[in-house]
């Protein structure tokens, strides 16, 4: 059958949510565009907020993710908690880049990326040289030795596995999958 849908996301706009009545309004705009099949929900894997120091560290994720299956955006959508405002916001390429990385502390490192296991507790966190495992067991893996390797660039999931890019200085990067039973990354393959 070949799919007639529709969306709206390029009428649609990120918007923060002050109110009962428009949390009201956009969660039913949500529920129908699920109900329709337009919408899919998506896990939460990446947090809009982490704030750190010394003592303290905290991660604030939205409460729903959901991707458009006919244009690919992706829409994140933070509950309101009164007095706390909720928030919509729209990432059009489909890939997810609101984390705020606020670090109070200022010998430590800013993770340049933060993500969230689909399959387990753990929180991944990528610096340049290493990726820190924070879960049952803390864990460091660093970066692989090679000649030509500058630093970790990128973390994503395509389907339920978790890719690692590495940066080269040649006219291609690596790839590698990083094995969440093992917590330890293998060399996968090249990217063009
Ligand atoms: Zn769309």
Redesign the pocket.
């Known amino acids: 059958m070949v799919s007639s849908l529709t ?4 009428n649609r706009y990120e918007t923060d949510i002050n109110s009962l009545n428009v949390f009201n309004e956009i969660k039913l705009l949500f529920d129908e565009q699920v109900k329709n099949g ?2 899919l929900e998506e896990q939460v894997i990446r947090p809009y907020y982490v704030w750190t120091d010394d003592k303290e560290h905290i991660e604030y994720y939205a409460t729903k993710w959901y991707r ?6 992706l829409w994140e959508f933070n509950y309101p908690d009164f007095p706390a405002k909720g928030f919509v916001k729209k990432y059009v390429d489909g890939i997810y880049s609101g984390t705020v990385i606020i670090n109070n502390n200022e010998e430590s490192k800013i993770a340049d990326i933060v993500l969230k296991s689909k399959r387990n507790n753990n929180v991944y966190y990528m610096f340049s040289d290493e990726i820190f495992i924070h879960g049952e067991k803390n864990k460091s893996i660093s970066i692989p030795m090679d000649n030509s390797i500058i630093c970790f660039c990128d973390m994503y999931y395509v389907q339920d596995e978790l890719l690692v890019v590495v940066a080269t200085n040649k006219d291609y990067d690596y790839i590698y999958v990083l094995d969440e039973e093992s917590n330890s990354i293998k060399k996968r393959g090249l990217t063009k």
């Open positions: 969306c709206e996301c390029c337009v919408y458009c299956m006919v244009c690919g955006c």
